[in-house]
């Protein structure tokens, strides 16, 4: 499924733009003005009095996602930490209480996914190809020494700060597909853990849990009934008939090539998993091209179902009854599908009508006129998470992982199953 993250890298050069959606949560930290801008709040953080609720967190924190009983936040500023530059500062509070940080510093996905240079005018397609693949070897010359030089100079920080001492290996995940490696440390009340992520991740995750697994702890703990059950109690069932999961929120991809994996994340989340989408391009595999090339996106859906205890069925075809069966239970649903630009705004345009006009139809299926509107096989191919359902108007409710966009839109039935070539549907 190459397709699926459309545009690719040549496309852009030649071209000079991008669908290009801002990310909802990077823009605002690199425009923002805060005195925390780079500060080095390493004594601060480490210090006893932020984890035993006696400090509050220096800054102003955006509200993000809701993982089971955690809230996650993230600071409005690009402090330093252990002497680098932060790119994004997470914090994870369970009933106010701080529970973990989470600070990255290097992110091969923000670096090259912004590689859509101007090429001068004239040149031939093969004169085109060999710029673009010149420009990108001299873009990853500068990432592998930028992500080299930080991992060493955040081991050596990081050993200092905790008194000197050694690292001692330690992992977090249960499944093969999700587990790494990490360096850990201690400092007092906390554990300092240090992932390294094959040349496109460094972060360091600070934390007073002992967990070892990316599920929450306040999941990880209930029965298998218990968490059916904690799913099933998403589901809000509305009076006019739409039955739909209001929690999922979605993460803004930027101009990144990871639909499907803002997707995925969206809806690990939705099960109590703390990942993100920079992880797990990590982990299925995301080469520093700027696209999906590669990686294998299969193996790393089935992974977070396995991570979450669930099972995953994939099929080439979207089957509306198993799609509703899944959702009425809690479970979201993914789809690979065909995407235009004409499609994604009359489907954006009866968002706006339908939160007016109850009574407002999308277009007849059947007619003719309609079904040729539809993307064809050679559209680019876009992830979406499938929220929702109205049996009788025959609408499903899904969400994108672009910014403003946390209002589900609706199609029917009929465009999902003619326009989806991949459907994952998540089960006990």
Request: net charge negative; hydrophobic share 40%.
């Amino acid at each position: 499924m190459q397709r699926i993250f459309s545009p690719v890298i040549l496309a852009l050069a030649l071209s000079g733009s991008a669908m290009a959606l801002p990310n909802s949560i990077i823009g605002p930290i690199a425009d923002a003005d805060s005195s925390l801008n780079g500060e080095d709040l390493t004594d601060t953080l480490l210090a006893a009095g932020v984890w035993d609720g006696s400090v509050e967190l220096p800054g102003d924190w955006n509200d993000e996602a809701q993982i089971a009983t955690a809230a996650v936040s993230h600071l409005k500023a690009r402090p330093k930490l252990f002497g680098l530059e932060v790119m994004l500062l997470r914090a994870v509070r369970r009933e106010g209480k701080l529970e973990s940080l989470e600070a990255t510093f290097v992110d091969a996905g923000s670096f090259f996914g912004y590689f859509n240079e101007k090429l001068p005018e004239g040149l031939s397609p093969r004169e085109a190809r060999k710029e673009v693949g010149e420009r990108l070897a001299t873009k990853q010359a500068e990432f592998t020494k930028l992500y080299t030089d930080a991992r060493a100079d955040l081991r050596s920080a990081i050993s200092r700060a905790c008194g000197g001492t050694e690292a001692e290996e330690g992992e977090i995940g249960r499944t093969r597909g999700l587990r790494t490696p990490v360096e850990e440390w201690e400092k007092g009340p906390v554990k300092v853990r240090l992932l390294a992520g094959e040349n496109r991740l460094l972060r360091v995750m600070i934390s007073t849990s002992e967990s070892d697994q990316w599920l929450d702890p306040a999941v990880a703990v209930l029965s298998g009934r218990e968490k059916l059950a904690k799913l099933e109690s998403t589901v809000r069932r509305e009076d006019d008939g739409t039955v739909h999961l209001p929690d999922l929120t979605p993460i803004p991809q930027g101009y990144r090539p990871y639909c499907g994996l803002n997707s995925l994340a969206m809806t690990a989340r939705h099960f109590g998993l703390h990942l993100d989408e920079d992880w797990l391009a990590v982990a299925c595999g995301f080469q520093n091209t700027g696209r999906a090339d590669g990686a294998n996106l299969l193996k790393v859906y089935h992974a977070v179902a396995a991570e979450a205890g669930l099972g995953l069925d994939r099929s080439v075809k979207f089957d509306p009854s198993a799609a509703m069966r899944s959702l009425s239970k809690g479970f979201p649903v993914i789809v690979w599908r065909r995407f235009s630009h004409e499609r994604n705004t009359l489907h954006s345009g009866f968002m706006r009508e339908f939160s007016k006009d109850p009574s407002a139809t999308l277009p007849d299926p059947a007619a003719p006129a309609e079904r040729a509107s539809w993307p064809g096989e050679d559209a680019p191919m876009h992830a979406s998470v499938i929220v929702g359902y109205h049996a009788g108007r025959k609408e499903f409710l899904f969400l994108e992982s672009w910014t403003g966009k946390d209002t589900p839109r609706r199609m029917r039935a009929e465009e999902l199953v003619a326009t989806t070539d991949l459907s994952f549907v998540f089960r006990p």
